[in-house]
């Protein structure tokens, strides 16, 4: 099993739809969980820090699900700016961050 | 200039070159990070640097040598290079390496080929 794992997509919603990405991870002993945001060509930059009550940032609502070992990004009333990848991350239980390989969104008018 | 910066954004070079990527960060941090990103593989971490000492080392081949002058500065020097060796390579910088959810800045990258 891999050590992170992400649906690569893509996925191909219409501007103000909702959609939902997941992530699973293999190391329970993980403690900190981000989700990254990689437009094409660019550096990944940090989106939102996942915690274990859940947040929320705008449209963007993270969940932290430690027994079944996923975390989860909602996105809601999509923008055509929304288009990227998004990178979910955890940290391999000694602090080295590990990287999934990205979900592609695109956003469509 | 702020945040982190890379130079040079673009390299192509043969088999046999020696070259060199430099990473600097403007942001007061203490770790920072090389990472190899190939297509439709995720980001793989090489090196960590903590207060200029390497911290990590992850199973990289010794064609790629790191070095940390100072905590501000990063280096990549490359010798005798694989075509497999091509990718975007990334360079980061955090608070610390310990501390937890510890945010990553990321530079934007040198886009790397070997002929």
């Known amino acids: 099993r891999k050590e992170v794992e992400q649906d690569p997509g893509p996925f191909n919603v219409p501007e103000g739809a909702t959609v939902a990405f997941n992530c699973t991870y293999s190391n329970s002993a993980s403690q900190s969980f981000f989700w990254y945001r990689q437009d094409c060509r660019k550096e990944p930059k940090l989106l939102m820090s996942v915690y274990s009550s859940g947040n929320e940032d705008g449209r963007f609502t993270a969940q932290l699900n430690r027994a079944s070992q996923y975390i989860s990004l909602l996105i809601r009333d999509s923008k055509l700016s929304d288009s990227a990848t998004y990178l979910c991350v955890v940290d391999s239980g000694t602090y080295k961050y590990i990287f999934g390989t990205g979900t592609r969104l695109k956003v469509l008018a | 200039e702020t945040g982190v910066t890379q130079t040079p954004r673009h390299l192509v070079m043969g088999m046999t070159n020696k070259k060199s990527l430099k990473c600097e960060q403007h942001?007061?941090?203490?770790?920072m990070y090389w990472y190899k990103q190939s297509a439709k593989k995720p980001l793989e971490l090489m090196f960590v640097?903590?207060?200029?000492?390497?911290?990590e080392n992850n199973s990289v081949p010794s064609r790629f040598s790191p070095e940390c002058p100072n905590s501000s500065h990063l280096f990549l020097h490359l010798h005798t290079l694989q075509p497999e060796d091509s990718a975007l390579y990334l360079c980061a910088s955090s608070h610390d390496w310990v501390s937890s959810y510890n945010e990553q800045f990321f530079g934007p990258g040198t886009r790397l080929t070997v002929l």
């Open positions: 640097y903590n207060f200029k000492e390497q911290t």
């Open positions: 942001l007061g941090h203490n770790a």
